[in-house]
């Protein structure tokens, strides 16, 4: 049995691997073709059905991503525009959940309120991971994704709290507003304290116990599972404890880890939140078979179709809506948020709301419905809100997800001028440090930059580069430097970094210079075109 499930595994991550590389050879996001994918291949005549253990999606899937969301989060950004991330995250859902439950009772037959908070609650938080893959290589302002960041974090513990307390509601047939208002605080809250509880715990292991790059890596793989489950176990928001977890610990990165820890860490997490992602939205796809199933002769598939399309044109408005009417008051009330927000156009708000795709939470919340309410009793159209929630998710994320590069396109977003370029801000930042570099040398070691040859070559070095650096400033203030000459001088610099690391493969077989040399000569000339691929 175990060797089975096993090979089961391993075809399974081997598939994913393969469509991810087809995908990209056609130029789909992976998140959509997986879906696709997981579609096709589960409507293969002979194909078991595939069913998803919602608690392993929570437990296994969900805690590393959001810790990952989490640790690459700019905080300074977070707290910035933490006023319309809130509106989004925690006051979208709300509307959202509203929306959906009064439009459901209105149009679906059988339908009560607290189904249609169920619903609601389901469907509400968009997915991050699909928007972010989507959008990954688009031009895009700043704000956009710092917002859409934001949002991901915290909308998931928003909407889950729905969802449990329409849950509860439709088991018990009791809901109270002020209790449920009063609960939504104090699971939230109380996840926030226990992630930064355990966020200090582990700070203080990497900070104070004598560690190793593979030991930290470890760590950082068990922090989110101790935050997510110690949560959940005092009833909790396990979600709440992830996040702010993980931007303490990202905001103290520099003084836990080591550099030689930060690159480890960084390779063998990319690696990780790829495969936890690839394997999740194929998964979507290959449930879908069982969940027609299902479906039952009482709601044809049409009809459930309908209802589906129906229920995502309108969290779309309403996620539109709210978006322009948000920032027009926030902004009519509040100078500073009006400042602050200058370059949100209506542009970049139009491709807010169109980025909203549902997606694995979205699926998880819906298949841990239970199937029976008590022994007696079966939980109230059941397949019908699954069925409803993974249309939702198609026409979200593959309708949706397809054409926002389209969209974007068309709406020819305007550069925000206020800011500085990303190499005006890089050649800023460059000069600084060379700078104090200098300022450190002058004032420190003053007698072995004269006296030491290879001090006076480094002293050199970096006067050099800072007048390189002050010409390359003073280019771009001037509007010396245009797009095609960047492009140029970068695919000229990639070309000559190829060469360089075709001659560090040909001295390999020199004897005269050792592997490890050479492999940190090829790391080098890796980061140095990390840093211009990036960027491009």
């Not at 293969?44 to 810790?67: A, N, Q, S, T, W």
């Not at 928007?131 to 998931?156: C, H, R």
């Not at 309403?318 to 322009?324: D, G, I, K, Q």
């Amino acid at each position: 049995m175990l060797h089975d499930n096993l090979i089961l595994i391993l075809v399974l991550l081997l598939g994913v691997t393969l469509l991810v590389m087809v995908g990209q050879k056609l130029k789909i996001s992976y998140p959509i073709f997986l879906v696709l994918a997981g579609l096709l291949i589960g409507f293969i005549p002979g194909m078991p059905p595939i069913k998803i253990d919602p608690d392993i999606v929570f437990l296994l899937f969900l805690p590393p991503l959001l810790y990952e969301a989490a640790w690459f989060t700019s905080w300074k950004d977070f707290y910035e525009y933490k006023g319309a991330i809130f509106l989004t995250a925690v006051g979208l859902v709300f509307i959202t959940s509203v929306a959906v439950a009064y439009a459901s009772v209105a149009f679906i037959p059988g339908f009560t309120l607290a189904l249609g908070f169920l619903l609601g609650g389901i469907i509400s938080p968009p997915d991050a991971v699909a928007a972010a893959a989507v959008l990954k290589g688009l031009k895009i302002p700043k704000t956009v994704s710092a917002l859409l960041e934001g949002e991901s974090l915290v909308n998931d513990a928003s909407s889950l709290i729905v969802f449990k307390f329409a849950l509860a509601t439709v088991a018990t047939g009791s809901f109270i507003l002020q209790d449920a208002a009063v609960s939504f605080v104090s699971v939230a809250g109380l996840g926030i304290v226990i992630g930064l509880a355990i966020g200090g715990i582990f700070y203080a292991i990497h900070r104070w116990l004598p560690t190793t790059e593979n030991i930290d890596t470890v760590l950082t793989l068990l922090t989110p599972y101790f935050m997510y489950i110690v949560a959940e176990h005092f009833e909790a928001s396990g979600v709440m404890a992830v996040v702010s977890g993980g931007l303490l610990l990202s905001s103290q990165s520099h003084i836990i880890l080591t550099s030689n820890s930060r690159i480890k860490t960084v390779s063998v997490w990319s690696a990780l939140i790829f495969m936890l992602n690839g394997v999740v939205f194929i998964l979507i796809g290959l449930a879908l078979p069982d969940i027609v199933n299902g479906l039952g002769p009482e709601y044809p598939i049409s009809n459930g179709i309908a209802y589906g399309v129906g229920i995502s044109i309108l969290a779309f408005v309403v996620r539109l809506l709210w978006l322009f009417s948000t920032s027009k008051i926030t902004g009519f009330f509040n100078k500073k948020t009006r400042i602050r927000y200058q370059d949100l156009t209506w542009h970049s708000l139009l491709v807010i709301a169109y980025a909203g795709m549902r997606g694995v939470v979205s699926l998880a919340a819906a298949l841990s419905i239970p199937v029976m309410i008590s022994e007696q009793i079966p939980f109230p159209l059941r397949n019908l809100i699954l069925f409803i929630t993974f249309v939702v998710i198609f026409v979200t994320l593959v309708v949706q997800g397809l054409t926002l590069p389209l969209f974007i396109k068309f709406l020819k977003i305007p550069e925000a001028k206020h800011k500085l370029s990303e190499q005006e801000q890089v050649s800023q930042i460059k000069l600084k440090l060379i700078d104090l570099s200098l300022d450190k040398l002058q004032a420190d070691y003053q007698y072995q930059c004269t006296h030491n040859e290879l001090m006076v070559n480094l002293k050199a070095e970096l006067q050099h580069s800072l007048v390189e650096r002050k010409d390359t400033l003073k280019a771009y203030k001037n509007g010396e430097i245009d797009k095609k000459d960047l492009k140029a001088y970068n695919e000229i610099v990639l070309d000559l970094i190829q060469v360089q690391r075709d001659e560090l493969h040909h001295l390999k077989s020199n004897k005269n210079y050792d592997d490890d040399i050479i492999r940190k000569e090829e790391w080098r000339l890796d980061l140095e075109e990390l840093s211009i691929t990036s960027s491009g």
